[in-house]
């Protein structure tokens, strides 16, 4: 009958505009930060990690996206430290930062003289292309990091030349 037909019309619409409306809060927190950096590089914590001084003089923590570089106390983690700070320290980057993480450090892929410090770090061996957060990456991104660690490892450059080298996520939390 025409009622029923109206009823599921109604229903129907309420689980489309139901389903949206969940879609739009999964995405928020995505959707809720994003920021376009610029200045100087003023810090190197470590080979991921750098301090951004913009225009106004306001310092920002920036973890580069994409990337996860050894930690200080691993091997290579000084060598990667020492190869961000040649790409990056005291040069004007720009920053493309579409979250923040826990420690609300700007997520930001980074380019300094034309170039993604990130992808640099990941071709001379001093990082590892950080799979787990693969999907919040362009696409184009995503193959040029998988293929520059695929060519590190085949010429075994830097953290590539130790036989079985320990990703810092697996050095950070051991298995029990």
Known sequence: TDTELHNQSR?????TVSHCFGLLL??????????????RVVGIADGDT????????????????GIDAPEKRQPFGQRSKENLSRLAFSKTA???????????????????DGRDVGLEQIR?????WYRKYA??????QRVDYENAEAT???????LWMESAPVP???FRHPPK
């Open 11 to 15: 229903i129907l619409s309420f689980r």
């Open 135 to 140: 999907d919040e990456q362009p696409a184009a």
């Open 168 to 170: 810092p996520w697996e």
């Open 26 to 39: 999964t995405s928020l927190p995505a959707l809720a930060f994003s920021a376009q950096l610029a200045g």
């Open 50 to 65: 750098l301090t951004l001084l913009d225009a106004g003089n306001q310092q920002h923590k920036v973890r580069i996206g």
């Open 94 to 112: 720009q920053a493309d930062c579409p979250k923040q993480d826990r420690y609300r450090r700007h997520v930001c892929t980074v380019t300094v």
């Open 124 to 128: 001379a061996g001093l990082a590892w």
């Open 152 to 158: 590190a490892r085949r010429q075994r450059a830097g």
